[in-house]
């Protein structure tokens, strides 16, 4: 098995920051893609960012120039420095990561339960 768990969100005022972190544990010999997710009320949820293995990030549109993924394979963790915050980054952020538990295996799909972020003053 494999758990996924998120945390560092909050209530940050706007132009605020915020930190998220995701460490993902269990049966793991590699990670591949991790990526950051988010779901605000009423609205699908949505890609904010991806890092490959290798450390090659993709950001939404929304969040270039604001947001920075990084990822930590040893600690199989990942991040998400989050700045200059607006009302509209407030959902709730998902973490990714494409696990594989045994060199057999193809990589399986873990998700975070997630951590809600909100901006507001």
């Known amino acids: 098995q494999v758990q996924v768990v998120e945390s560092g969100g909050g209530l940050v005022q706007p132009g605020g920051s915020l930190r998220l972190s995701c460490v993902a544990s269990?049966?793991?010999?590699?990670?591949?893609?991790m990526g950051w997710y988010r779901q605000a009320p009423g609205k699908q949820r949505e890609l904010v960012a991806f890092?490959?293995?290798?450390?090659?990030?993709n950001y939404a549109d929304s969040v270039k120039g604001r947001f920075t993924i990084s990822r930590d394979n040893a600690k199989n963790a990942l991040f998400l420095q989050m700045n200059n915050l607006t009302p509209e980054d407030t959902a709730v952020y998902y973490c990714?990561?494409?696990?594989?538990?045994?060199?057999?295996?193809?990589?399986?799909?873990?998700w975070g339960q997630g951590t809600q972020v909100t901006v507001s003053s």
């Open positions: 890092i490959s293995r290798d450390g090659n990030p």
């Open positions: 269990g049966r793991i010999v590699s990670i591949n893609g």
């Open positions: 990714n990561a494409a696990v594989r538990s045994t060199w057999e295996e193809r990589d399986k799909q873990y």
